[in-house]
């Protein structure tokens, strides 16, 4: 059976843990040359989240952003440098070790090794293959070309979903799986190809592959509405990747609109949200709108992510506390989780 965030609870346990704020680390060790998250976050890689802006903001609290890729190459060079650019301000740093703190994405086509080569000359190491579909030929032949050009990047891949495809991608020589077929909130992937697995039981599957016998890390991508659902899929990820929540903040590109007919007094906000497959994304960013498989929607405007990430933190935070951990390895040994009912659900406040 497949099971979804909202299908389980996780157990309150006893604990020793004093300050959830202070004794609580969420801090997360993840593939390649990564190193190690303080906050196990990663902004999607898509038009409406993350440019350099977002990028910046998210390796501010720990985390980590990867730029988009539906934009000529030039300005994916330019998006990078100014991400770069402000990280260094910010830190006032100049390692070259902040190469890895921006991800970047391509795809698996020759416009894909073209991003490739222009973005490893500027600096980039982190780079994420990004296509709805990543147990195939053509990510295979992706990754072992890269491979071939560079041995100090880190290559995240995805999306995937099965035991299959995760031990194929540690095969292939990929750091970090992206996992999650279908379970965003603008991805139509599921009622328009009827394709997918339920978000909680497919990183289920990949880290029941590879654990003990691959470093592969584990990105959870997609599904996440709050910290609960951030604290469930961390049982089994290693970092967690979000669009929705993230969807309407100042740091996302694109300007705010005034909601029509609302006067000065009483005027409502918001921004534009749509999965990398959206028509919209798609005839933007000059590709062949076939296959459409997102949509575009209207999000309230929310204001700083920062408000957002902080109260995803707190959320993982209570979550290990709840189940007497200090430490993430500590939490995926000691948690324990059920299913619940469908009253159980409509008690727990799920409305989805």
């Not at 959830?20 to 902004?43: A, C, K, Q, Y």
Request: charged share 25%; glycine share 12%; hydrophobic share 40%.
């Amino acid at each position: 059976m497949d099971i979804s965030f909202s299908d389980i609870l996780i157990e309150d346990q006893f604990s020793d843990v004093g300050s959830r704020d202070i004794d609580v680390d969420v801090s997360s060790r993840l593939g390649g040359l990564l190193g190690t998250l303080d906050l196990p976050l990663f902004s999607s890689n898509m038009p409406q989240i993350t440019e350099w802006k977002m990028a910046v903001e998210m390796t501010s609290h720990g985390g980590m952003g990867i730029l988009h890729r539906f934009q000529d190459i030039e300005t994916n060079v330019q998006e990078y440098n100014k991400a770069i650019g402000a990280i260094r301000v910010r830190s006032g740093s100049r390692s070259q070790n902040i190469s890895h703190l921006v991800g970047v994405s391509i795809g698996i086509k020759d416009d894909g090794k073209k991003r490739f080569d222009a973005l490893y000359e500027e600096g980039a190491r982190t780079f994420c293959i990004d296509i709805a579909h990543g147990h195939c030929t053509q990510m295979k032949e992706m990754v072992q070309w890269i491979s071939s050009k560079a041995k100090d990047i880190t290559i995240i891949a995805g999306n995937i979903a099965t035991a299959r495809a995760a031990l194929d991608f540690a095969e292939w020589g990929v750091d970090v799986a992206k996992v999650g077929i279908g379970p965003g909130s603008v991805c139509k992937t599921r009622s328009n190809a009827g394709v997918g697995t339920a978000q909680f039981t497919a990183i289920k599957n990949v880290y029941d592959a590879i654990h003990g016998i691959a470093s592969m890390g584990i990105l959870a991508d997609g599904g996440i509405r709050s910290g609960g659902d951030f604290a469930k899929a961390m049982i089994y990820a290693d970092a967690v990747m979000v669009g929705a929540v993230l969807a309407g903040t100042s740091e996302t590109p694109g300007r705010a609109f005034a909601e029509p007919g609302t006067d000065l007094t009483n005027r409502t906000w918001y921004k534009m949200y749509g999965g990398n497959a959206s028509g919209e994304n798609k005839d933007s960013s000059g590709k062949s709108v076939k296959f459409v498989e997102g949509e575009m929607l209207k999000v309230p405007f929310k204001g700083h992510a920062k408000y957002l990430l902080r109260e995803m933190k707190e959320g993982l935070q209570s979550a290990m506390s709840y189940s007497g951990s200090r430490t993430l390895s500590e939490y995926k040994e000691k948690v324990k989780w059920r299913l619940i009912s469908g009253s159980s659900r409509i008690e727990s406040k799920y409305t989805r």
